[in-house]
DNA sequence: GCATTGACTCTAG
DNA sequence: CCTAGAGCCAATG
């Protein structure tokens, strides 16, 4: 009966983290702090930016969906900060003049 | 096992 | 609004 009796269940921040991703509903945005909180680390952020973009490739993760405090692309500009921005639009999400997403309305929660 | 790094967040000025 | 410093945790070498 128990589903997790081997090794299935995700017992690592890093996987838990990777699994909150995994369930970010498109047109939704989320910040590193909330995934870390969901995850069990609040002070984690730091961790689940380093896993999106370490691990990115590992893993297929939204990481298009996945911004800082403020609702906006952390990293500094290129390619993949041009994609992030398009894919968001794409699911409706309306960045600000300073490309920021209004997190007030884009903000998911588990 | 230690030192460095990192797409973060918070507080203070 | 912007800058500077400190804190926190995990992966990498």
Not at 6 to 17: E, I, N, Q, R
């Amino acid at each position: 009966m128990n589903i997790n009796k081997g090794k299935v269940m995700a017992k690592t921040f890093t996987d838990l983290v990777v699994n909150i991703i995994k369930n970010i509903p498109r047109g939704k945005v989320t910040t590193y702090g909330m995934i870390a909180i969901c995850a069990g680390n609040p002070r984690g952020a730091r961790q689940v930016a380093w896993i999106l973009h370490s691990s990115s490739t590992k893993y297929d993760l939204p990481w298009h969906r996945v911004v800082n405090r403020h609702g906006e692309i952390s990293f500094r500009p290129s390619l993949d900060f041009s994609l992030q921005r398009c894919l968001l639009e794409e699911e409706g999400v309306m960045f600000d003049n300073r490309g920021r997403v209004d997190l007030a309305e884009n903000l998911w929660w588990p």
